[in-house]
């Protein structure tokens, strides 16, 4: 085996040493990146007839210590998961039936802000006139970019957040939705208890369903409302709420009384009973009870049964007196 000379070794050594000091603050500054800068309005909503028009503006505040530049582009954007996480789709992506991205333009696309600055962008929302009635949607994504040294590669360290676009298009659209879970386990062992919620949108248009859940149970009532969460087409979103504390027993019920629809008057309601009782605990409660009990009953037996003596008197034998 070929043995490297200790010249290079020690240039390996400071080469390895230099990409991870280079990586770490990569990492760092894109950690920095991420949490250095403020979106003024995240969630933006029109409502908007086939081939009308609207603008308005957006602004982003730069709270980092140094000078970001950033890009500004606008993308579709869909949601599959049911934590109604968005996810950017890549330019011209096609067959996305709830496309927005090319209905609207952005200004400036380039700028760069000094610490503590803070930039307006304006929008221009220009609907086609055959837009199809309901829900369509895209965001406005801003991307730091950082300048790399001559003597590095690579363009850009990123990361994106976007202005979230919620454009309904007027006309005749399906609204409907259900309950698709409303669960709790039937019975637990001690409190509090968490309550999932999932609701699944099948209209053709985002729901925002209000309402509230309420336990209530022996000496106990309690109601908290759902959150109010925008719910993408064709997807579901989890919900969940705990209710009471450490100590609870007994059955209870829990309902939930909600609606959604453009006017808020499509029903969602669901309902379930379930049992807090602390059966291992009662199970030991119950085995000293017994064992307390036989205890006694063994005391008293001992008790009341009376002590044999080791030996009786005897009686003396009569001798025969002589005549």
Known sequence: MKVLPLKIKKKLLVALSLCLVISVVGAAFAQEIQRTYTLINPSISHNLAAGEKAEGTTKIINQANTPLTFKVGVQDYIVSDTKGTPQLLPPNTLNNK????????????????????SQTVNYYIQTPPSSPAGGHYAAIVYEPVTETAPNQTGGTVNTQIGSLFYITI???????????????????????????????????????????????????????????????????????NT???????????????????????????ASLTFWVFPWKLAIIIVLLIAAAILGWKYYQKRKETPHKTSSEPKEEAELPSEK
Not at 99 to 115: C, D, H, K, R
């Open 170 to 240: 007027k006309g005749p659209v399906k609204e409907s939705a259900s309950v698709s879970k409303f669960f709790t386990d039937m019975l637990h062992e001690y409190g509090p208890i968490k309550i999932l919620t999932q609701i699944k949108n099948i209209s053709g248009l985002h729901i925002m369903p209000k309402g509230k859940i309420t336990v209530s149970g022996l000496f106990f009532n309690e109601s908290q409302n759902l959150d109010e969460r925008n719910i993408f087409p064709e997807t579901a979103r989890d919900y969940e």
């Open 243 to 269: 209710f009471g504390s450490l100590f609870m027993i007994g059955p209870y019920q829990a309902n939930l009384a909600a609606s959604y629809g453009t006017t808020n008057n499509l029903p969602l309601v």
């Open 98 to 117: 709830y496309s927005a991205a090319s209905w609207i333009g952005v200004t400036p696309s380039v700028f760069t802000l000094q610490p503590g600055a």
